[in-house]
């Protein structure tokens, strides 16, 4: 696996804020996406933690799960079947 949890939550706070419960709900979404393998086999790269914050600098401003959604959402409308890795709900 090229996502490094703990290494990727710290990152998300120190690049966009917000709570650490935050952080941690997108990371567990970056592992389940990474998992699946489906971002590698559409994009045709690896998920990795660096590509991750890249990736979410590119969303418009928020905490780490707005930007998730909005690059997942980007994600559905390329490729399709990316839904299940947003975040539904989360506390702020």
């Known amino acids: 696996m090229f996502i490094d949890p703990e290494r990727l939550e710290d990152r998300l706070r120190e690049e966009f804020g917000g709570t650490t419960g935050q952080s941690r709900v997108v990371v567990r979404q970056a592992v389940d996406l990474a998992d699946s393998g489906r971002y590698e086999e559409d994009a ?15 969303a ?28 539904q709900q989360y506390r702020k």
């Open 60 to 87: 418009p401003d928020g905490a780490p799960p707005e930007r998730w959604n909005w690059w997942i959402g980007s994600l559905e409308i390329a490729y399709g079947g990316y839904g299940r890795f947003g975040i």
């Open 44 to 58: 045709g790269v690896t998920l990795t933690n660096d590509l991750v914050i890249a990736e979410l600098s590119d």
